[in-house]
């Protein structure tokens, strides 16, 4: 069993930052892969960036690349989301999810098993 907390959503201008947090609990954190999705109002869930147990691999959407940074600290049990140069478009909820049977980062919603209950980002224009 994981309990997975978000944390450091906001309101935020356009071209602004904002870190997103992760904290975990429960089964050895560093054993699984971890992810970061993000679902806008009337839309599906979508990828935005993974990490792999160990932190040495991560993938990203198209969409965030060159903005978006995935990281992990297995000591604190925690993932974070720096996100630079935010758009409008990144407004959502936004989640971190929990992988634990896949070795590399994966970017589909049904490969995670735990989720946890989402933080607001919204981008003002």
């Known amino acids: 069993q994981v309990q997975l907390v978000e944390s450091g959503g906001g309101l935020v201008q356009a071209g602004g930052s904002l870190r997103l947090s992760c904290a975990a609990s429960?089964?050895?954190?560093?054993?699984?892969?971890m992810g970061w999705f993000r679902q806008a109002p009337g839309l599906e869930r979508e990828f935005v960036a993974a990490i792999s147990g160990s932190g040495g691999s991560r993938s990203y959407a198209d969409s965030v690349k060159g903005r978006f940074t995935i990281s992990r600290d297995n000591a604190k049990k925690s993932v974070y989301l720096q996100m630079n140069s935010l758009k409008p478009e990144d407004t959502a909820v936004y989640y971190c999810?929990?992988?634990?049977?896949?070795?590399?980062?994966?970017?589909?919603?049904?490969?995670?098993?735990?989720w946890g209950q989402g933080t607001q980002v919204t981008v003002s224009s």
């Open positions: 999810a929990a992988d634990f049977w896949g070795g590399s980062p994966r970017s589909r919603v049904v490969a995670y098993n735990y």
């Open positions: 429960g089964r050895t954190f560093s054993s699984y892969a």
